[in-house]
Each structure stands twice: as structure tokens, then as C-alpha cells.
């Protein structure tokens, strides 16, 4: 089982910003190895940062994928994962372009997840910005407008917004911590029928267990989408030796 079969696409090293190479440390976040209980191997994709894949989704960028996940698929790549959720508006061109599976945000469990609570119940999204997360990219992911699905958007917290802001600048972790968990309980108090919540951002999985214990509700972020995938291909077991 020690053979890697997920590979992680990833920014462009010297575009990522201050505090996103702070959260990049935290284990849970998609491009720590320690967020891993099998072996994956990170690809950097050319000119991939905030500006081309958050602000103004890039074609190039785009190119650029479809060409490393030929050539990973070459060396024997099993399923391909992109290391930051807004990569949803591309779910569909690279799982076509691919012939093996690309799981670009943490979005795609998101009708799973509403399945799971019923449709009369709701399904909390928290974003790293909701302006920037549209309706195409929901629809990228199998969303649709007959789901309830609430989006929460972290734009509006002062320190979390220094990534955006103010990229140079470093963050204070233990705010952030406190503006996210701020996050998912206004979900709840303003839309009683949430019954769990879907975090997009790949930076907030180090952040589930925590909202997790404060609300209650089952979390879903990019590490449960990343370990179901692995068990899908065989890259890990929870089957003792020798039982199954």
C-alpha cells in the first residue's frame, strides 16, 4: 500500500501568500504531507495563485493541468486532486480531459452530503470568499438550486482577510481559528435546519475537529473527499491484514 497513487496539484512556489504559507503548516491543510495517512506527490502548476484561480479563473491554467495530469497519468498516477477548492469551475474539463479521477474541491460531496441530511434539510458551504465562489462553480460540482445549500464566506473577518489584502503580512493564528468557528455558528443560528456543514477551502480542514465539537454536526472538508478517493483505489485499507 505504499505506492503513490494521488498526486496534488499546487501553486506556483513564490505566489502563495504570507498567511496561506502559515496555514500551509498546519496539518489537515491539502499540501502538507502530514494531512496524509498514504504517500501523495505534489505538482506545482505553473502561474497558479490567487489572481488565476480564485479572482479570475485562468484557461492557461487550466492548460497547464490537463498537461500535468496526462503526464502523471503516464507515470502511473491513480486519481488527481487540486489543491484548492475553487479549482471547482474546472471539475468537468479535467475529469474529461483525464482518464482517471480528478477530485478538484471539496464541493463534489456536497450532494452526497445533502443526500445524507435529507432534502428538507440544509447543508452549510464555508468559503474562503463567497462572492468569488459562483453559481458556475456549484454547478461544476453537481450542485443544484433545489438543494439547501447556505453559503458562508470568511471575507468579512479582519485577519483572515490579510491573506487577500495584505499577502506579506503573517496572521495571527488563534484569531482565524476564532473568526472560522464565529463562521459555522452564524450558519446555525441563522438557518436551524443546517444538520452539516462542507468546508470548500482547503486551508480549513485543520480547523474541523474544532468545528465539529463546537456545533454538533458531522464536517466534511477536503481530507474526507481525499481518504474516500484513496480507499477507492486501493491506495489505503481500513480492512485489518488477512480479515477481508
Same mark, same amino acid.
Not at 464541493?107 to 474562503?128: D, S
Not at 435546519?193 to 477551502?201: G, Q, S, T, W, Y
Given at each position: 500500500?505504499?505506492?503513490? #497513487?494521488?498526486?496534488?496539484?499546487?501553486? *506556483? /512556489?513564490?505566489?502563495?501568500? %504570507?498567511?496561506?504559507?502559515?496555514? /500551509?503548516?498546519?496539518?489537515?491543510?491539502?499540501?502538507?504531507?502530514?494531512?496524509?495517512? &498514504?504517500?501523495?506527490? &505534489?505538482?506545482?502548476?505553473?502561474?497558479?495563485?490567487?489572481?488565476?484561480?480564485?479572482?479570475?479563473?485562468?484557461?492557461?491554467?487550466?492548460?497547464?493541468?490537463? *498537461?500535468?495530469?496526462?503526464?502523471?497519468?503516464? *507515470?502511473?498516477?491513480?486519481?488527481?486532486?487540486?489543491?484548492?477548492?475553487?479549482?471547482?469551475? &474546472?471539475?468537468?474539463?479535467?475529469?474529461?480531459?483525464?482518464?482517471?479521477?480528478?477530485?478538484?474541491?471539496?464541493?463534489?460531496?456536497?450532494?452526497?452530503?445533502?443526500?445524507?441530511?435529507?432534502?428538507?434539510?440544509?447543508?452549510?458551504?464555508?468559503?474562503?470568499?463567497?462572492?468569488?465562489?459562483?453559481?458556475?462553480?456549484?454547478?461544476?460540482?453537481?450542485?443544484?438550486?433545489?438543494?439547501?445549500?447556505?453559503?458562508?464566506?470568511?471575507?468579512?473577518?479582519?485577519?483572515?482577510?490579510?491573506?487577500?489584502?495584505?499577502? *506579506?503580512?503573517?496572521?495571527? %493564528?488563534?484569531?482565524?481559528?476564532?473568526?472560522?468557528?464565529?463562521?459555522?455558528?452564524?450558519?446555525?443560528?441563522?438557518?436551524?435546519?443546517?444538520?452539516?456543514?462542507?468546508?470548500?477551502?482547503?486551508?480549513?480542514?485543520?480547523?474541523?475537529?474544532?468545528? #465539529? /465539537?463546537?456545533?454538533?454536526?458531522?464536517? &466534511?472538508?477536503?481530507?474526507?473527499?481525499?481518504?474516500?478517493?484513496?480507499?477507492?483505489?486501493?491506495?489505503?485499507?481500513?480492512?485489518?491484514?488477512?480479515?477481508?
Amino acid at each position: 500500500m505504499s505506492e503513490t #497513487r494521488i498526486s496534488i496539484l499546487k501553486w *506556483e /512556489e513564490g505566489l502563495v501568500p %504570507m498567511g496561506l504559507m502559515q496555514l /500551509e503548516s498546519l496539518t489537515g491543510n491539502s499540501t502538507n504531507p502530514d494531512s496524509y495517512t &498514504f504517500p501523495v506527490k &505534489f505538482v506545482q502548476v505553473p502561474g497558479a495563485c490567487t489572481e488565476t484561480v480564485i479572482i479570475n479563473p485562468s484557461q492557461e491554467v487550466l492548460k497547464s493541468m490537463i *498537461e500535468i495530469g496526462k503526464n502523471l497519468e503516464k *507515470e502511473g498516477i491513480k486519481a488527481i486532486a487540486t489543491s484548492c477548492g475553487f479549482n471547482a469551475i &474546472f471539475q468537468q474539463e479535467l475529469a474529461n480531459a483525464l482518464s482517471i479521477p480528478v477530485f478538484s474541491s471539496a464541493l463534489l460531496q456536497v450532494p452526497f452530503v445533502q443526500n445524507l441530511v435529507g432534502t428538507k434539510n440544509g447543508v452549510a458551504v464555508i468559503t474562503a470568499n463567497k462572492a468569488s465562489l459562483t453559481k458556475d462553480h456549484l454547478q461544476a460540482c453537481g450542485i443544484t438550486d433545489d438543494m439547501n445549500v447556505y453559503v458562508y464566506g470568511l471575507e468579512d473577518a479582519s485577519e483572515w482577510g490579510k491573506i487577500f489584502e495584505k499577502p *506579506e503580512e503573517a496572521i495571527d %493564528m488563534e484569531i482565524v481559528e476564532h473568526e472560522i468557528i464565529d463562521t459555522a455558528k452564524k450558519a446555525l443560528s441563522e438557518h436551524a435546519n443546517i444538520k452539516a456543514i462542507v468546508l470548500e477551502c482547503t486551508d480549513l480542514p485543520p480547523f474541523a475537529q474544532k468545528i #465539529r /465539537e463546537v456545533t454538533g454536526l458531522p464536517v &466534511f472538508d477536503f481530507n474526507t473527499m481525499a481518504n474516500y478517493v484513496a480507499l477507492g483505489i486501493g491506495n489505503i485499507s481500513l480492512y485489518k491484514q488477512g480479515v477481508v
